[in-house]
């Protein structure tokens, strides 16, 4: 039987403002106020650092127009751009199986699945987290988590229509030398927009974590903080 959980779709939004939305439902979750939360949206370009990121990974140009931020979630360096789907699944894994590797391993089946939905065959490779393309490899979807007291935040990063080459010229993402990186458009030959392939992302993760999400209206990007859903959901936080 499905668990009811929330969607919310922000669009184009800031780094640091949706880390501290994350932080704020989070906190909602883990004491039941509300329940199972997926943010689905895009970042202008910014780089994040994982809490295993080596400096030598980092050699973004001077000049760039890029954020570089350091974040507490698991994993390496990676990049996010618009025409990239990220997506923030904040679940209370105690509902979930309360095993870290098996959530992981369920991001990678749901980014499979959304793939699949979108014509892209989708695969793991032994011993590298992540979704890739094989034969040649290329990495297509990036995950990176948190879990404190079984709450995660961060999620994945699903290559939809961008540029990739800021993977390899800016960073060395995931720490992987010379790994290749590809789109789904790319794939596909054809344009992609990320709003093409939202529903089938939402529609996996319902199907892989056992959920029935209801979507929960939110205006798009600037006024992140003014929303009448955010100040409802840190009040629940708070009582």
């Known amino acids: 039987m499905s668990r009811p959980g929330y969607l ?8 640091r403002e949706a880390w501290d939305l994350q932080r704020s439902i ?3 979750v883990s004491q039941d106020a509300v329940p199972d939360t997926v943010i689905m949206l895009e970042h202008p370009p910014v780089v994040t650092l994982g809490r295993r990121t080596d400096e030598e990974e980092l050699h973004v140009p ?9 974040t507490d979630r698991g994993g390496k360096s990676t990049f996010h751009g618009p025409g990239q789907l990220v997506c923030y699944p904040i679940f209370d894994l105690t509902r979930h199986g309360q095993d ?12 499979i699945t959304t793939l699949g939905a979108v014509g892209v065959r989708g695969e793991r490779i ?18 990176g988590i948190h879990v404190s007291r079984w709450v995660t935040t961060h999620g994945y990063a699903l290559n939809v229509d961008l540029d990739p080459a800021p993977f390899t010229e800016w960073i060395t993402a995931c720490g992987l030398e010379d790994a290749a990186f590809t789109t789904i458009a790319r794939e596909l ?7 093409e392939v ?26 992140l903080w ?11 936080a708070l009582t």
């Open 8 to 15: 919310l779709n922000l669009g184009l939004t800031p780094y």
């Open 26 to 28: 989070a906190a909602a």
């Open 62 to 70: 001077e000049g760039a127009a890029v954020e570089v931020v350091e």
């Open 100 to 111: 870290v590797k098996r959530f992981v391993r369920d991001l990678e089946e749901a980014l």
């Open 126 to 143: 032994d011993g590298l987290t992540g979704v890739w393309l094989t034969r040649p490899p290329r990495k297509i979807a990036s995950i």
């Open 189 to 195: 030959g054809r344009p992609v927009t990320v709003d």
């Open 198 to 223: 939202r529903p089938a992302a939402a529609a996996a993760l319902e199907r892989v974590f056992g959920l029935e999400l209801e979507e929960v209206p939110a205006d798009e990007g600037a006024g």
């Open 226 to 236: 003014g929303q009448p859903v955010h100040a409802r959901l840190s009040e629940r």
